[in-house]
């Protein structure tokens, strides 16, 4: 079945420097992908989102990557803070307004000092 | 504005007991999901609704029922309790945009 993953279940970063999380997908048909942050005993909390018609978008400190030929997308935190601790889970979902999000099943990052 | 509430935020539950897990939204959102997250895993779509008196079926919809009578309300009811039924449980909901606004969710233990 088609599906979304990650390259990296726990990704481990030094405070100030930039975070980079992957992200591949199967579904070439979808049209909207979305990051997701999810802290501790919280629930998730949206990001950023691009469209499949957009390569690049960015946001405050994060920046969100699509590339298409190879079903990847990526999430660049820049100046990595303690704050930025999570798991952080890429979405996606198709072209229809009904279709469900796709979840893929995270990735931890962690905040070195 | 409080977004999506779901109420209790934690519950123990014996095998073969039942319950109903509540959520509601204030955005006037149509979209209603409920997803559970196993420990170290990603989100299970259960239940999902795209207005009120409709419901249709996630990945995982066995062992749990749902109802949307009005916009505001997705409840989601588990019958007979079991031990695989142990998780968080995440309501959302969203509008006209595509972007979900998720509970602070609920964790269920089955013993």
């Known amino acids: 079945g088609e599906s979304v993953g990650l390259h990296l279940p726990t990704l481990s970063v030094q405070e100030g420097d930039n975070s980079i999380i992957n992200c591949a997908y199967s579904?070439?048909?979808?049209?909207?992908f979305i990051w997701y942050k999810q802290e501790s005993g919280k629930g998730p909390q949206f990001i950023i989102d691009?469209?499949?018609?957009?390569d690049k978008r960015q946001g405050q400190r994060v920046t969100v990557l699509l590339n298409k030929t190879v079903k990847h997308l990526s999430l660049q935190i820049a100046a990595t803070q303690p704050g930025d601790s999570a798991v952080y889970f890429c979405?996606?979902?198709?072209?229809?307004?009904?279709?469900?999000?796709?979840f893929g099943k995270g990735t931890r990052l962690h905040i070195l000092p | 504005n409080a977004g999506v509430t779901q109420t209790p935020k934690f519950r123990i539950l014996k095998i073969g007991q039942s319950m109903t897990l509540q959520c509601a939204q204030d955005?006037?959102?149509?979209?209603m999901y409920w997803y559970r997250q196993d420990p170290g895993m990603g989100l299970k779509l259960i239940y999902y609704?795209?207005?009120?008196?409709?419901?249709d079926k996630g990945e995982v919809p066995n062992g749990y029922n749902v109802s949307r009578s009005t916009t505001e309300d997705f409840p989601l009811r588990l019958e007979l309790a079991a031990p695989s039924q142990t998780s968080v449980y995440f309501c959302?909901?969203?509008?006209?945009?595509?972007?979900?606004?998720f509970g602070s969710g609920t964790r269920l233990t089955v013993v």
């Open positions: 691009i469209r499949s018609n957009m």
């Open positions: 979405a996606e979902i198709g072209f229809n307004r009904d279709d469900k999000i796709i």
């Open positions: 955005m006037n959102h149509n979209y």
């Open positions: 959302a909901s969203s509008g006209p945009s595509y972007g979900y606004t």
């Open positions: 609704s795209v207005g009120a008196g409709i419901t």
């Open positions: 579904n070439s048909a979808s049209d909207y």
